[in-house]
């Protein structure tokens, strides 16, 4: 089965610094897609952002960055100078057969 | 105005009751997801749509239905509503190629009492 793999289900860091929260993910596919969402008390589910598996060039998004590590099926997700809006649930996700499989997520708090 | 819109926002059931909800986008996308997110479960599909007449079952359909009345369309139901249907539920669309992910509505946050 096609799984996706949060192993950090909270973690905080101060305003201004660098954080990385952990996905990894399991398949057999070659070519596939995968993204992070936030979800900030809102609720509202965001798109952060999306890796195609055949580049090889890490994605970037202002200060989101993602560290790809094909062979480890590893996506992590780099947060430079925190704000406290970035205080949100982070969700790792992976494109499989049309429909996306969802990690459960690891809770950010920035603090002051 | 919302690329995906879900109404309600909120709502109070009482168990047992029929329960409908609301779904629509302007995005022109052909696909169509609900899910209901838990805490500690993350997101589950219930059930998904990859146009007007193709409906499929998600991982967890059993006690909802839904109807696909529109490309934009998109509807939930709970027939007999319980307790442990409360969650939030979003409703997402996508392009048919898939691959820039999911546009998501604000969700409808349900409490069946």
């Known amino acids: 089965a096609q799984t996706v793999t949060q192993s950090q289900p909270e973690m905080s860091v101060q305003e201004a610094e660098t954080v990385t929260l952990s996905c990894t993910y399991d398949?057999?596919?070659?070519?596939?897609?995968l993204f992070w969402y936030k979800q900030p008390p809102s609720r509202q589910m965001i798109l952060v952002i999306r890796?195609?598996?055949?580049k090889q060039q890490n994605a970037t998004e202002n200060r989101f960055s993602v560290n790809f590590q094909k062979a480890a099926k590893s996506f992590s997700l780099k947060i430079s100078d925190s704000q406290l809006g970035d205080t949100a649930m982070y969700f790792c996700?992976?494109?499989?057969?049309?429909?996306?499989?969802w990690g459960l997520g690891t809770s950010l708090a920035v603090n002051p | 105005d919302a690329d995906v819109t879900q109404t309600p926002r909120n709502r109070i059931t009482k168990t047992g009751k029929r329960i409908m909800l609301e779904c629509s986008q302007t995005?022109?996308?052909?696909?169509m997801y609900w899910y209901r997110q838990d805490p500690g479960l993350g997101l589950r599909l219930i059930y998904y749509s990859f146009d007007v007449k193709d409906i499929n079952k998600g991982e967890i359909s059993d006690g909802y239905s839904v109807s696909r009345q529109a490309q934009a369309k998109f509807s939930l139901s709970l027939e007999s509503a319980i307790p442990n249907q409360t969650a939030l539920y979003f409703c997402?669309?996508?392009?048919?190629?898939?691959?820039?992910?999911?546009?998501f509505g604000s969700g409808t946050r349900l409490t069946v009492v």
């Open positions: 996700a992976f494109l499989n057969n049309r429909k996306l499989i």
């Open positions: 995005k022109g996308h052909d696909r």
């Open positions: 890796q195609e598996a055949y």
């Open positions: 398949t057999s596919e070659s070519n596939y897609y």
């Open positions: 997402a669309t996508s392009e048919a190629k898939n691959d820039y992910g999911y546009t």
